[in-house]
C-alpha cells in the first residue's frame, strides 16, 4: 500500500510581511507539513532565517515544521531549532563529518531525523544510514535558490530509495516541483513533496488544491 502524500510548502518562497496568514492559508487548504529552509551562506551561497522565525511562527500553527538545514556543520545548531519549534530536522551528508551524531541528537529529542542530498552526490553516500534515519530528502535542484528547474535524473535516486526501503519509508523530493511534473516525482517513489513558487503565490488555496494526490 502505499503512502499518503504529504505536501510541505516552502516558506523560502512566502511573503514574509505576511507569512503567518500565508501559512495559515496553505493549512487550511490541505498542506500538512510546513518546509522550513535554512541557509548559512557557506554551505549554500544564500542566507535565510533562523530560529527567530521559526519560534515566532510556532505561535500560529500546529503544521508539522520540517526543518531542514543547509548549513555547513549542523551539529552545532540541531537542539537549537528543535528548541525553536522543528518536529523534523534534516542535514546534508555534504556538510558533516558526524551524520551519525546528528541523527541521534534529532532522535534523542523525540524528531523525525532525516538526511539529504545534493543532485550530483550519489546515493551511495548515505546508503549505510538508510536504516538509521527516518526520512531521506532527495534535493532535484542544487540548493540554495528557489525557482530552478527540477533536474529529472534525480528520479532514478527516488526509485533506488524505495526500492531498497519499501512502501513504509519517508522519501522527501525538494526543488523545482509544480503541478505540471509532481506526478513525475510521486511516480518514481516520492510520497513527500516540497514545493515553494508553486504554493505561495497568488493563488495559494488553488495551488495546494492543484498538487495534491
Not at 13 to 29: C, P, T, Y
Not at 48 to 54: D, E, K, Q, R
Not at 170 to 184: C, H, K, L, S, T
Amino acid at each position: 500500500m502505499e503512502k499518503e502524500m504529504i505536501l510541505s510548502p516552502s516558506i523560502l518562497s512566502a511573503d514574509f510581511g505576511i507569512l503567518a496568514e500565508q501559512v495559515k492559508r496553505a493549512e487550511n487548504a490541505g498542506a500538512q507539513w510546513l518546509h522550513i529552509d535554512v541557509m548559512d551562506g557557506h554551505f549554500v551561497p544564500n542566507m535565510t532565517f533562523a530560529m527567530p522565525v521559526i519560534k515566532s511562527l510556532r505561535k500560529y500553527t500546529d503544521m508539522f515544521f520540517d526543518v531542514h538545514l543547509m548549513i555547513d556543520k549542523p551539529e552545532r545548531y540541531i537542539d537549537e531549532f528543535i528548541n525553536a519549534g522543528a518536529d523534523g530536522v534534516t542535514f546534508h551528508i555534504e556538510a558533516t563529518d558526524k551524520p551519525k551524531e546528528c541523527i541521534e541528537m534529532i532522535q534523542n529529542r523525540g524528531k523525525k531525523a532525516a538526511i539529504s542530498i545534493n543532485p550530483k552526490t550519489p546515493v551511495s553516500a548515505i546508503e549505510k544510514y538508510f536504516d538509521k534515519v527516518d526520512m531521506v530528502l532527495v534535493m532535484s535542484v542544487e540548493p540554495g535558490y528557489g525557482g530552478q528547474k527540477y533536474i529529472e535524473s534525480v528520479n532514478e535516486k527516488i526509485a533506488y530509495i524505495r526500492e531498497k526501503m519499501g512502501s513504509d519509508f519517508d522519501i522527501e523530493v525538494d526543488g523545482g516541483i509544480n503541478a505540471n511534473n509532481i506526478d513525475n516525482a510521486i511516480n518514481a517513489g516520492a510520497n513527500i513533496i516540497v514545493a515553494g513558487t508553486a504554493v505561495f503565490n497568488d493563488d495559494i488555496e488553488g495551488s495546494v488544491r492543484s498538487l495534491m494526490r
